[in-house]
């Protein structure tokens, strides 16, 4: 390790670092625009300038390498001089434009320049000015602010996997421009904004709405996917605004995809906020006094094994837990949280984790994909792949149609054959497979969703032991949910107990007229319309299907609106917290729950969240482990039987309307109609 010499201060560095690496560690602030400390090193805003003994000029502390005996000053009266001149280049053209932009407050070049700006400008002829270009629905663009920085050229090209961004002339005249006038078509999008040091680039639909210091800030946990992302939700009053990343490296890195960053508008259309009752064929609104009265004359008398419950995907560990106690209460074993049909086995936690966790991906280097698209299911743990890609080493196949990934990906068949082909080794794949120093294999929820689901996970844990994807010290056996309630509500056996029925059998019930209750804890991806003559109860937050077919409705919270505990694909317990308050009546679900469990005289045993995560705890300790992974054990799971000869596919066709939330949002809406096919086979943008 190379010792080297900073104001003064002998520090010892790790080789191969940068002169500001250095700097930051010997606790340096030195300030930057073009570098990021997970993008390709540019070297082009000249801001980070340091001293360097016996050189001949300041050097770019971002593009030097150390070396051993280097000394370095970053505060002498040659850097000072330096970045002041560099700040007044950068101002020369720059907009005064501060009280109108959206990042003021939040802006790199405001910051800096409180430090190294001058009072005045000895610049007085016109400035320059460059047209705005359109980067889709998402991305709001002040192009004259641009510093040509770079950075979300290269966010572009390296991280979301989406080379349509670059520079075009020379010296004043240099313009950054998708080429050819169209959209950013990437899920990841939204992180430009955060990446711009300026103006430049901002969010569309939050332009002129509020400013920084107006906001509450709240940490909580992304639901648009499984992954759990951590973010933060900014709000003002009883308005959720925005929605920013954290910092996870574990899980997210700093990244958010778009669906979860921009659906917020969708909180606030569509929302129930009052319980209502179906008479006469109509919804009327009611108290809800009158609504659990309803459902408790419903429930009366009737055996349990005529009620039957099922779980969104949205749904949190604290609501699950108490429906499935109040369904025990009832003498109800007809409970499901895989409302999409899925064949995932509660019983065995490697059926359904994503067992090499997502950090785990950075060692990977093969990776076979069976029926998932990982870009449009978890578009930030693609871009973990993307990254892993670029790291050199990894091979990516796939059986089953992926779509256009971010990265290079060999296709190996189409469905079920290719798959008994790699377990019988009569695939030149399977060879690759099992010659890997950390193989990695993942399963789509699509495929498990399917009527030979069961089947296509036995096969695929053949595989896994066929080609030692699960060895000491690492399980490369992946299942990709793309539910943020799928983990929990495995974990808490919120599945069909003994002898009772799951979703399928639900529906099938509820039709045949077997089944006469039906309770809907926002579940909203069911088909709705073989429910038959059964009373549904339909308890959530938007106005979507379930709500639709209800004979009582229920206003839940969203989870921007509630604390709850949510568990990511790996089984990692986070939790959400409640930024705003409900609309209208509208209340957390666990307490909808707990009134209505005293009016059909079947009490749960606790009065606050607290009390009810006690039990939550006793029963299930990994909630109370939060932001622990526990491994699971590689035991026997998955089905045998013949396998359809239907090609695997994807689970998810739109990504950007998926669930309620993003079905309401206008933002999601005007993605759909730029980005996604549309129905008569054209397109109004890239999507891939």
């Given at each position: 390790?190379?010792?080297m010499?900073i104001?003064?201060?002998?520090?010892?560095?790790?080789?191969?670092?940068?002169v500001?690496?250095?700097?930051?560690?010997?606790g340096?602030?030195?300030?930057?625009?073009?570098?990021?400390?997970r993008?390709?090193?540019?070297?082009?805003?000249?801001?980070?300038?340091?001293?360097?003994?016996?050189?001949?000029k300041?050097?770019?502390?971002?593009a030097?390498?150390?070396?051993?005996?280097?000394?370095?000053?970053?505060?002498?009266?040659?850097?000072?001089?330096?970045?002041?001149g560099v700040?007044?280049?950068?101002?020369?053209?720059?907009?005064?434009?501060c009280?109108?932009?959206?990042q003021?407050?939040?802006?790199?070049l405001?910051?800096?320049?409180?430090?190294f700006?001058?009072?005045?400008?000895?610049?007085?002829?016109?400035?320059?000015?460059?047209t705005?270009?359109?980067?889709?629905p998402?991305?709001?663009?002040?192009?004259?602010?641009?510093?040509?920085?770079?950075?979300c050229?290269?966010?572009?090209?390296?991280?979301?996997?989406?080379?349509?961004?670059?520079?075009?002339s020379?010296?004043?005249?240099?313009?950054?421009?998708?080429?050819?006038?169209k959209?950013?078509?990437?899920?990841?999008?939204?992180?430009?904004?955060?990446?711009?040091?300026v103006?430049?680039?901002?969010?569309k639909p939050y332009?002129?709405?509020?400013?920084?210091?107006?906001?509450?800030?709240?940490e909580?946990?992304?639901?648009?996917?499984?992954?759990?992302?951590?973010i933060?939700?900014d709000?003002?009053?009883?308005?959720?605004?925005?929605?920013?990343?954290?910092?996870?490296?574990?899980?997210?890195?700093?990244?958010?995809?778009?669906?979860?960053?921009f659906?917020?508008?969708?909180?606030?259309?569509?929302?129930?906020?009052?319980p209502?009752?179906?008479?006469?064929?109509?919804l009327?609104?009611?108290?809800?006094?009158e609504?659990?009265?309803?459902?408790?004359?419903k429930?009366?008398?009737?055996?349990?094994?005529?009620?039957?419950?099922?779980?969104g995907?949205?749904?949190?560990a604290?609501s699950?837990?108490?429906?499935?106690?109040?369904m025990?209460?009832?003498?109800?074993?007809?409970?499901?949280?895989?409302q999409?049909?899925?064949?995932?086995?509660?019983?065995?936690?490697?059926?359904?984790?994503?067992?090499s966790?997502?950090?785990?991906?950075d060692?990977?280097?093969v990776?076979?994909?069976?029926?998932?698209?990982?870009r449009?299911?978890?578009?930030?743990?693609?871009?973990?792949i993307?990254?892993?890609?670029?790291?050199?080493?990894?091979?990516?196949?796939?059986?089953?149609?992926?779509?256009?990934?971010?990265?290079?990906?060999?296709?190996?068949?189409a469905?079920?054959?290719?798959?008994?082909?790699?377990?019988n080794?009569?695939?030149?794949?399977?060879?690759?497979?099992?010659?890997?120093?950390?193989?990695?294999?993942?399963v789509?929820?699509?495929?498990?969703?399917?009527?030979?689901?069961?089947?296509v996970?036995?096969?695929?844990?053949?595989?896994?032991?066929?080609?030692?994807?699960?060895?000491?010290?690492?399980?490369?056996f992946?299942?990709?949910?793309?539910?943020?309630?799928?983990?929990?509500g495995l974990?808490?056996?919120?599945?069909?107990?003994s002898g009772?029925?799951?979703?399928?059998g639900?529906?099938?019930?509820?039709?045949?007229?077997?089944?006469?209750?039906?309770?809907?804890?926002?579940?909203?991806?069911?088909?709705?319309?073989?429910?038959g003559?059964?009373?549904?109860?339909?308890?959530?937050?938007?106005?979507?299907?379930?709500?639709?077919?209800?004979?009582?409705?229920?206003?839940?919270?969203?989870?921007?609106?509630?604390d709850?505990?949510?568990?990511?694909?790996?089984?990692?317990?986070q939790?959400?917290?409640?930024?705003?308050?409900?609309?209208?009546?509208?209340?957390a679900?666990w307490?909808?729950l707990?009134a209505?469990?005293e009016?059909?005289?079947?009490?749960?045993?606790?009065?606050?969240?607290?009390?009810?995560?006690?039990k939550?705890?006793?029963?299930n300790?990994?909630?109370?482990?939060?932001g622990?992974i526990?491994?699971?054990?590689?035991t026997?799971?998955?089905?045998?039987?013949?396998?359809?000869?239907?090609?695997?596919?994807?689970?998810i066709?739109?990504?950007y309307?998926?669930?309620?939330?993003?079905?309401?949002s206008?933002?999601?809406?005007?993605?759909?109609?730029?980005?996604?096919?549309?129905?008569?086979?054209?397109k109004?943008?890239?999507?891939?």
């Amino acid at each position: 390790m190379p010792k080297m010499t900073i104001d003064g201060v002998e520090i010892e560095v790790p080789a191969g670092i940068t002169v500001l690496q250095a700097c930051e560690l010997a606790g340096k602030e030195i300030p930057r625009f073009c570098y990021h400390e997970r993008l390709s090193v540019a070297g082009n805003c000249r801001m980070c300038l340091v001293e360097q003994e016996k050189a001949p000029k300041p050097v770019a502390s971002c593009a030097m390498p150390v070396a051993e005996g280097m000394v370095i000053k970053t505060d002498s009266p040659l850097v000072q001089k330096a970045r002041k001149g560099v700040m007044e280049f950068l101002l020369i053209n720059h907009p005064l434009d501060c009280p109108i932009c959206d990042q003021g407050g939040e802006c790199d070049l405001q910051d800096q320049a409180m430090a190294f700006g001058k009072s005045f400008s000895r610049y007085h002829e016109e400035k320059r000015a460059v047209t705005d270009k359109d980067f889709g629905p998402l991305v709001k663009t002040e192009m004259t602010r641009c510093i040509q920085c770079t950075r979300c050229i290269r966010f572009a090209t390296e991280v979301a996997g989406v080379e349509v961004l670059g520079a075009v002339s020379r010296g004043e005249h240099m313009e950054v421009t998708t080429y050819v006038e169209k959209g950013i078509a990437s899920e990841l999008s939204g992180n430009l904004i955060d990446l711009c040091p300026v103006g430049a680039l901002t969010s569309k639909p939050y332009a002129f709405t509020a400013r920084p210091w107006e906001l509450a800030k709240t940490e909580s946990v992304d639901v648009a996917d499984a992954v759990g992302v951590n973010i933060r939700i900014d709000s003002r009053g009883r308005e959720v605004l925005r929605v920013l990343p954290r910092l996870n490296e574990d899980v997210n890195e700093e990244w958010l995809a778009d669906k979860g960053r921009f659906w917020v508008d969708g909180l606030k259309r569509q929302r129930l906020d009052r319980p209502f009752i179906r008479e006469n064929g109509k919804l009327r609104a009611a108290t809800w006094n009158e609504a659990f009265g309803a459902i408790a004359a419903k429930l009366k008398g009737i055996d349990g094994k005529r009620v039957a419950a099922i779980a969104g995907d949205q749904c949190d560990a604290e609501s699950m837990f108490a429906l499935k106690e109040l369904m025990a209460a009832l003498g109800s074993s007809n409970l499901d949280c895989r409302q999409d049909g899925s064949t995932a086995d509660a019983n065995v936690r490697a059926s359904y984790l994503f067992n090499s966790t997502i950090a785990g991906i950075d060692k990977a280097d093969v990776i076979l994909l069976i029926g998932t698209n990982p870009r449009w299911e978890a578009p930030v743990l693609n871009a973990r792949i993307r990254k892993r890609h670029l790291k050199g080493g990894l091979k990516v196949a796939s059986v089953g149609g992926v779509g256009e990934l971010t990265y290079p990906v060999e296709m190996l068949g189409a469905g079920g054959e290719t798959l008994s082909q790699l377990v019988n080794g009569g695939h030149s794949f399977a060879e690759t497979l099992k010659n890997a120093k950390a193989p990695m294999i993942i399963v789509g929820n699509g495929v498990l969703a399917r009527p030979d689901g069961s089947a296509v996970l036995g096969l695929a844990k053949k595989l896994a032991d066929a080609a030692n994807v699960v060895r000491d010290g690492w399980n490369g056996f992946n299942v990709l949910q793309t539910a943020a309630s799928r983990v929990a509500g495995l974990e808490l056996g919120f599945v069909p107990q003994s002898g009772g029925r799951d979703v399928a059998g639900i529906l099938d019930g509820a039709q045949k007229g077997e089944i006469e209750v039906v309770y809907l804890l926002a579940a909203d991806e069911i088909d709705t319309n073989r429910l038959g003559k059964a009373f549904v109860i339909y308890q959530g937050h938007h106005g979507d299907r379930g709500a639709h077919r209800a004979d009582v409705i229920l206003p839940g919270a969203a989870y921007t609106e509630k604390d709850g505990t949510y568990m990511n694909i790996e089984g990692r317990a986070q939790l959400g917290r409640l930024a705003v308050f409900p609309p209208g009546d509208a209340k957390a679900d666990w307490s909808i729950l707990r009134a209505l469990s005293e009016v059909v005289g079947k009490k749960l045993g606790y009065d606050s969240l607290e009390q009810l995560r006690r039990k939550l705890y006793q029963a299930n300790p990994r909630f109370q482990r939060l932001g622990a992974i526990e491994p699971a054990a590689w035991t026997a799971f998955g089905g045998q039987g013949e396998i359809g000869r239907d090609h695997f596919r994807s689970a998810i066709s739109n990504y950007y309307m998926t669930d309620p939330i993003s079905r309401a949002s206008a933002t999601m809406a005007q993605c759909t109609e730029r980005f996604v096919p549309t129905a008569a086979g054209g397109k109004t943008g890239t999507h891939g």
